[in-house]
């Protein structure tokens, strides 16, 4: 089973950008599916997560009111809509999956998360 995050890259502040995480390898139990960030010397911080099959969602109140997650289940995606990007939201940012056949709750955790795709940079430009 493998996680490849892409659509990173370089954003004004005020910006937007869309990361997506597909899923290939054999089926496996997604349960949540995060996103978590790496600031440059900074330890690994839960950005969004979503339960995979029952769609709830949360996100990280220092992103609340501008990224969204969302999941397109026919594609095994899900992507992290970026807004009103921010200096400090440059990191590199990683989705994770939780392997967890039933999920009730949005770990923010990454100790919780059993499977990572390689990490995509993003970097906002003041």
């Known amino acids: 089973v493998q996680l490849q995050a892409s659509g990173g890259g370089l954003v004004q502040a005020g910006g937007s950008l869309t990361l997506s995480c597909a899923a290939s390898?054999?089926?496996?139990?997604?349960?949540?599916m995060g996103w978590f960030r790496q600031p440059p010397g900074k330890e690994r911080e839960f950005v969004a997560g979503?339960?995979?099959?029952?769609?709830?969602?949360a996100v990280a109140d220092s992103a609340k009111g501008r990224f969204t997650i969302s999941r397109d289940k026919s594609q095994s995606m899900v992507h992290l809509h970026m807004g009103g990007v921010e200096p400090e939201d440059t990191a590199t940012y990683f989705c994770?999956?939780?392997?967890?056949?039933?999920?009730?709750?949005?770990?923010?955790?990454?100790?919780?998360?059993?499977?990572w795709g390689q990490g995509t940079q993003v970097t906002v430009s003041s």
């Open positions: 994770a999956a939780s392997g967890t056949p039933v999920s009730r709750f949005i770990s923010l955790a990454s100790v919780k998360y059993a499977i």
């Open positions: 390898g054999r089926s496996f139990s997604r349960g949540v």
């Open positions: 979503i339960i995979w099959d029952g769609g709830r969602s």
